[in-house]
T-cell receptor, first 114, second 118 residues
Framework: GNSVTQMEGPVTLSEEAFLTINCTYT??????LFWYVQYPGEGLQLLLK?????DKGSNKGFEATYRKETTSFHLEKGSVQVSDSAVYFC?????????????FGQGTILTVHP | DAGVIQSPRHEVTEMGQEVTLRCKPI?????LFWYRQTMMRGLELLIY????????DSGMPEDRFSAKMPNASFSTLKIQPSEPRDSAVYFC????????????????FGPGTRLTVL
């Protein structure tokens, strides 16, 4: 099946700093790629997604580009805010016969200080 | 839409007691997932259903755990008997499935049930 490797955290930044969270994947074919975010005390929610190579997903100032040549989907934001403090998960379809199922990375904890 | 609804939001029980967690998926979604999240083990998929039928329960820890989906709008996860190591946040998620291996629609998560077993 497909797999995803996410950079280990935690990541601590000052407000307005640049953010990169690395995500690389191994997959058969070119599946959709996702970034989910989990704010404290809440469930995961979709942050952005890309459905084909070279697509750029974006939302709330975050961006990620589907790079098939490097099998990567790194998450970036130019200027983080305290409210971005959360756990970020990279994900993709599990592949094989696991229709509907997603495989998640281990999550990266981001803390942004004022 | 109200989103995925889970109840209760918090549950505190004593070891050996039966615990039942409930989930109402988003109307029209045909996939339902149960996850468990702990600091030590992260996010784990326990079981998932398609059109009310269990597809993969390989993540269920042991026979103490069982899940049912009697209809398209309701699912339960039961732990009997509960143990302290079952303490975790349990999430339910649903999605609208598409055909084929490569296309998987967004999963929508509920707010979770925080279970504490004393």
């Amino acid at each position: 099946g497909n797999s995803v490797t996410q950079m280990e955290g935690p990541v601590t930044l000052s407000e307005e700093a640049f953010l990169t969270i690395n995500c690389t994947y191994t997959a058969t074919g070119y599946p959709s790629l996702f970034w989910y975010v989990q704010y404290p005390g809440e469930g995961l929610q979709l942050l952005l997604k890309a459905t084909k190579a070279d697509d750029k997903g974006s939302n709330k100032g975050f961006e990620a580009t589907y790079r098939k040549e490097t099998t990567s989907f790194h998450l970036e934001k130019g200027s983080v805010q305290v409210s971005d403090s959360a756990v970020y998960f990279c994900a993709l379809p599990a592949g094989g016969t696991s229709y509907g199922k997603l495989t998640f990375g281990q999550g990266t904890i981001l803390t942004v200080h004022p | 839409d109200a989103g995925v609804i889970q109840s209760p939001r918090h549950e505190v029980t004593e070891m050996g007691q039966e615990v039942t967690l409930r989930c109402k998926p988003i109307s029209g979604h045909d996939y339902l997932f149960w996850y468990r999240q702990t600091m030590m083990r992260g996010l784990e998929l326990l079981i998932y259903f398609n059109n009310n039928v269990p597809i993969d329960d390989s993540g269920m820890p042991e026979d103490r755990f069982s899940a049912k989906m009697p209809n398209a709008s309701f699912s339960t996860l039961k732990i009997q008997p509960s143990e302290p190591r079952d303490s975790a946040v349990y999430f339910c998620a649903s999605s609208f499935g598409t055909s084929g291996v490569y296309e998987t629609d967004t999963q929508y998560f509920g707010p979770g049930t925080r279970l504490t077993v004393l």
